[in-house]
């Protein structure tokens, strides 16, 4: 079945620091989603990309979806304590159906030091 | 406009029982998700249900089985309690397949297995 690799599974950084996850797709996607999840608290979304090669800019977050669309990133410039917590990638393949579920990496958690 | 909202919020439970945890989904929303989130296991998909019908499935055993009424709300019901049953159980509402897919989590139903 389809699977998504997310890696670093953990990173530790100083504020200030520039912080990358990335995202792996076993297969094709015809999007990906990032979410973030504060400790304690639920997953919340951040961005959807559907085009191939697609760069989208939120602030200090930056998210590419690669020219094959079986992977991702997401990089914050100068971290925050706000930053704070995992984000997830999450993945759909297909155009509908039974294929078309949404699966989600493992997750990064970013602590941040002050 | 109100979000997702899940209950109960805790629950503790022996093995060997059955439990049945109840999701209402953000106004006008009618497609609603599950997930099972575990620190091992990160987010695990259980299902999708649409107007009423189950669109995806993932690979969880038949003792994981859910529903949705026709006002879009949706209930999970876990049978033969098994300790390994222990999460955080997430569920997830959107508009709809094809439409703005971004997910909207609850709160989630943290359940302990004794």
């Known amino acids: 079945g389809q699977q998504v690799m997310q890696i670093p599974q953990y990173q530790h950084v100083q504020e200030g620091e520039d912080f990358t996850t990335y995202c792996n797709s076993s297969t094709t996607l015809s999007n990906i989603q990032w979410y973030k999840q504060r400790p304690g608290g639920h997953p919340v979304f951040l961005i959807q990309l559907v085009k191939s090669g697609e760069v989208k800019k939120q602030k200090r977050l930056t998210f590419q979806f690669g020219e094959a669309k079986k992977n991702s990133s997401l990089h914050i410039t100068a971290t925050q304590t706000t930053d704070v917590g995992t984000y997830f990638c999450a993945g759909r393949r297909g155009s509908g159906g039974s294929n078309y579920k949404l699966t989600f990496g493992k997750g990064t958690l970013l602590t941040v030091n002050p | 406009k109100a979000g997702v909202t899940q209950t109960p919020r805790y629950l503790i439970k022996t093995r060997g029982q059955q439990v049945t945890l109840s999701c209402s989904p953000i106004?006008?929303?009618?497609?609603v998700s599950w997930y099972q989130q575990t620190p091992g296991q990160g987010l695990q998909f259980l299902f999708e249900?649409?107007?009423?019908?189950?669109?995806n499935k993932g690979n969880f055993p038949g003792r994981f089985s859910g529903r949705q009424f026709s006002n879009s709300r949706s209930e999970m019901n876990v049978s033969t309690l098994e300790l390994g049953d222990s999460a955080l159980y997430l569920c997830a509402s959107s508009l709809g397949p094809s439409r703005d897919e971004k997910l909207f989590f609850g709160s989630g139903t943290q359940l302990s297995v004794l």
């Open positions: 249900y649409f107007s009423e019908t189950q669109r």
């Open positions: 106004s006008g929303h009618r497609s």
